[in-house]
């Protein structure tokens, strides 16, 4: 177990196991299509997080990124269809952690949820455009700030 989260309830261990997988699916699927890029894009971005993470975040990652693709597929499958609908379920989800993050250190929820957004930008980033320019789209670009969770800094 993660010692950040040994003072946590298990659902509560649940989200934010779940988060990386929930922000992927949101961004990912911004546009109403979670195009093959963006997904492995997701999926390349949660393997190298369990080596490139910050420190304190590397157990973290090899946790979350344990059958990572598994997890996105299932949750993909498990979601309303809908993008609307979809992007209500999972911002319904994120938002559990604004009452989790502070009943963890400090350091760790600050530098998950710095995690979390980068996360967020590499996926919007994975669509493409034109050489990289204008890739992000304006449905994604809304999103992936991932305003629904509170800054833990703060």
């Known amino acids: 177990m993660i010692k950040e989260f040994e ?25 109403g299509n979670i195009d093959k890029s963006e997904t492995k894009e997701a999926v390349d971005i949660a393997r190298s997080k369990q080596s490139r993470a910050r420190e304190q975040l590397v157990e973290f990652y ?11 597929t299932a949750l993909v499958s498990e979601l309303p269809s809908g993008v609307e609908e979809r ?11 604004n009452f989790i993050l502070p009943k963890i250190d400090k ?19 994975a669509s493409g455009g034109l050489l990289g320019y204008l890739s992000v789209s304006y449905e994604e670009s809304k999103l992936m700030e991932l305003r629904m969770i509170n800054d ?3």
Do not use: H
């Open 152 to 154: 833990p800094a703060k």
């Open 87 to 97: 992007n209500k379920a999972i911002t319904a989800e994120l938002r559990k952690l």
């Open 7 to 31: 003072a946590l309830r298990e659902d509560e261990i649940e989200v934010l196991m779940k988060a990386p997988v929930y922000v992927s699916i949101l961004i990912a699927g911004a546009d």
């Open 107 to 125: 350091s760790f929820g600050v530098a998950l949820y710095a995690s979390l957004k980068d996360l967020a930008k590499k996926i919007a980033e």
């Open 62 to 72: 090899k946790a979350v990124g344990e059958d990572f693709e598994g997890k996105f």
